[in-house]
């Protein structure tokens, strides 16, 4: 059982390959219950990687995650530990939610429907409970008048908002955010991230959050995790990380996102 000193999210030693090409090497780090954590870094530094490790989307290929406590990767038959199998993940499944670039709604239901669809499925809950609980997270996201609405109706910054409610309504431990407004027009950009910000400061969520907004990460995040060649190079509080950075590659990096137009 994990007991309240017990870090939500933990990586230990993990290694991740694509063939030759190793994304993550030997990557430790952990993350505290109700902390949000932004993870920031080059493109195509393994940042996607680690959430996708996470969602269980990717194994790893040595090293263990726990989450809440809990082997992610591993679980114990007899004395021996082995790689998780599909019933463990699947359970431990539940605990993590996951908002994409892409909103990934259903077309062909409504917005209450997909906000109902996996809790009925997957937790088992009756419809009208279900539905109780979808209409307080669409009023959460500012939605509570396009219930009846399908997903083609609404702008991006609707349908990304309909997707947090999704997510919520699994009761995740872990909400894991992966560029979650890069595919919007920057003008529902705002709306977005001060529904996450609500979140992340009202709710007892562990967030894992990947982005390019960096007045955001400056704003919401508790810690940075600044990443590169698949290991984290410095890790410190937003005020201290945007401005005062320890290493050199992260001045760089602030620098080049910082001053992009
Ligand atoms: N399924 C895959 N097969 C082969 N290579 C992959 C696969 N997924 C990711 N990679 C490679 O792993 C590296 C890390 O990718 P990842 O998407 O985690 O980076 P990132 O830091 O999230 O980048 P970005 O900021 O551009 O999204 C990249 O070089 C990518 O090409």
Excluded at 154 to 166: D, E, F, K, T
Excluded at 196 to 223: G, N, P, W, Y
Aim: charged content about 30%; some cysteine.
């Amino acid at each position: 059982m994990a007991s309240h000193s017990d870090p939500e999210i933990v990586f230990d030693g993990v290694v991740k390959r694509f063939g030759d090409h190793v994304v993550l090497r030997d990557l430790d780090f952990s993350v505290a219950p109700g902390e949000f954590v932004t993870l920031i870094g080059p493109s195509g530094s393994g940042k996607t990687t680690i959430l996708r490790l996470l969602m269980t989307l990717e194994r790893v290929d040595d090293g263990r995650i726990h989450v809440g406590g809990e082997c992610l990767t591993h679980e114990q038959k007899g004395d021996r530990w082995v790689p998780a199998g599909e019933k463990h993940l699947r359970r431990m499944r539940k605990r993590i939610g996951m908002v994409f670039q892409q909103f990934n709604l259903f077309p062909n239901m409504n917005v209450l429907q997909n906000v109902t669809e996996a809790p009925v499925r997957a937790l088992g809950l009756s419809k009208s409970d279900a539905e109780e609980r979808a209409v307080e997270l669409l009023e959460l996201v500012g939605l509570a008048d396009k219930i009846r609405e399908h997903p083609s109706r609404l702008s991006g910054g609707q349908q990304q908002r309909v997707a947090i409610a999704r997510a919520l309504a699994m009761r995740p431990e872990v909400l894991l955010l992966d560029e979650v407004t890069s595919a919007l027009d920057p003008e529902l950009v705002a709306g977005v991230l001060k529904v996450l910000k609500d979140i992340a400061t009202t709710t007892d969520i562990t967030f894992l959050c990947v982005t390019h907004e960096m007045q955001f990460a400056r704003d919401v995040s508790d810690r940075v995790m600044m990443f590169d060649q698949g290991q984290v190079i410095e890790d410190a509080p937003p005020e201290k990380l945007f401005t005062e950075p320890d290493h050199e590659r992260t001045r760089e990096f602030l620098h080049a996102v910082l001053d992009r137009p």
